[in-house]
T-cell receptor, first 114, second 109 residues
């Protein structure tokens, strides 16, 4: 079955450490996205990529970095520069542009920084 | 980017009662999507509305897009406990989605 996989599901890190969240999809989607969700809040866009080797900053890109070396993979690094990294991180993929099938989301990674 | 406001933020209903959430924008939207996120889960795509005044139904769920394409609503008839979750609207931008703040629905058995 096609889908989008995020790992790990839960992640604990010490303050000041960089951490990389994995996102892999086998839906053959060109576009991939990273969103952050805080408790009781909506989704805020961190980075997105419409095509391999290209990505764009979203609304809250500061303190994060991404790469898109393969179509299937869009890892997110939460750097020590991110002031408040504890959150629920969601990866999504879609065909480019407004898709009638919407975005497909992974099951998310809950990051806790202590 | 696009900004969409959703109301109410929370809604508690008795099982069997109806539920409606509203999504409003100050600008005209090209189209709008709706998602459902179960507690502890991830958003799942429900539907996309494109045309002015469009109405779509999925069983007990009715989705509407306003005539001016600045607002949308999701109505659930006779709620069930399986309807529990947060419902998000999302406005489509050139290259991504802008999500509303969501309405968290609690259904009391």
């Amino acid at each position: 079955d096609g889908g989008i996989t995020q790992s790990p599901k839960y992640l604990f890190r010490k303050e000041g450490q960089n951490v990389t969240l994995s996102c892999e999809q086998n839906l053959n989607h060109d576009a991939m996205y990273w969103y952050r969700q805080d408790p009781g809040q909506g989704l805020r866009l961190i980075y997105y990529s419409q095509i391999v080797n290209d990505f764009q900053k979203g609304d809250i890109a500061e303190g994060y970095s991404v790469s898109r070396e393969k179509k299937e993979s869009f890892p997110l690094t939460v750097t020590s520069a991110q002031k408040n990294p504890t959150a629920f991180y969601l990866c999504a993929s879609s065909i480019p542009g407004p898709s009638p099938n919407g975005y497909t989301f992974g099951s998310g990674t809950r990051l806790t920084v202590v | 980017g696009q900004q969409v406001m959703q109301i109410p933020q929370y809604q508690h209903v008795q099982e069997g009662e109806d539920f409606t959430t509203y999504c409003n924008s100050s600008t005209t939207l090209s189209n709008i999507q709706w998602y459902k996120q179960r507690p502890g889960g991830h958003p799942v795509f429900l539907i996309q509305l494109v045309k002015s005044g469009e109405v779509k139904k999925q069983k007990r769920l009715t989705f509407q897009f306003g005539e001016a394409k600045k607002n949308s609503s999701l109505h659930i008839t006779a709620t069930q406990t399986t309807d529990v979750g947060t419902y998000f609207c999302a406005a489509t931008g050139a290259n991504n989605l802008f999500f509303g703040t969501g309405t968290r629905l609690t259904v009391i058995p």
